[in-house]
């Protein structure tokens, strides 16, 4: 397994795997590796000749400083991790060199990043886009693959590649949890065991949405106002958004007709985590 850092050696081996016309499966991420990431990489891995994971903690999609600074950084742990699953090479980018002095050229998608997280952290998606345009423009890769837990990034990824005509096949693969219902995300390892224990409210309430809305309750708002309650009675949550909407707008919906998404933002004590169910 090759570790990559600069650009222009990422890009000479990007040229010679595409002169051998071999198929690039990619992942990108942030790092802080866990059981979500390592199921898109054995996805990737079983689909494509040749496996790159990026590993990168993206400067510009943060909205808050000190998030950025917090953000859990693992890299040797990581970069075991992607050996033992025959990655082929993980790409560590400086930051320095994707966003050089002078740097002033951004992606920007209207309306699917404006509801959701997009009201709550100005500026994220903007970041988002960019990344990924860059990534996609360096890695040439033939799937990217994502995972459903960061429902709306997907969309607006999806968005991107069919709107800038980027010849990729974006594949969603399912969220990884912890066996008690938790979704896996890095920002898990800054929740003490108090919070980690509030946390399972959030998969709780997407159950009971699930639940609510198998037994042909179609009013979202009725929906919305039971899951609301049971996140609000743990200590230490603070609701960003519950919300069912259409999946592929993201716009709110009402009625219940056909497929939904109940999707939910929560802080927990200082830890901002996301869920989502799709109901059909
Ligand atoms: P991140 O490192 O958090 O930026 O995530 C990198 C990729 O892993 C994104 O496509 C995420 O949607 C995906 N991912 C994060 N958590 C999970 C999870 N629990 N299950 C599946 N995929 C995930």
Known sequence: MEVIKKLNEMQ???????????TIGFVPTMGALHEGHISLMHNARDENDKLIVSIFVNPTQFDNGDDFKSYPRQLDKDIEIAESINVDIVFVPYAEELFKEGFC????????TEPLCGKFRPGHFKGV????????NIIKPDRAYLGQKDYQQNIVIKRLVRDLNMMIDIKVLPTVRDKDGLACSSRNRHLNPQERSNALCIYN???KAKSMYS?????ANKIIEEMT???KSEEYTRIDYVSIVNPNTLEDVSCINGKAVATVAVRVGDTRLIDNIILE
């Open 105 to 112: 050229t951004y992606v920007l998608q209207t309306k699917l």
């Open 129 to 136: 886009t960019t990344i990924m345009t860059k990534l996609f």
């Open 205 to 207: 309430s997407l159950l």
């Open 229 to 231: 309650s049971i996140i």
């Open 215 to 219: 037994s042909s309750i179609k009013d």
């Open 12 to 22: 000479t081996r990007v040229s010679s795997i595409k002169e051998r016309k071999e």
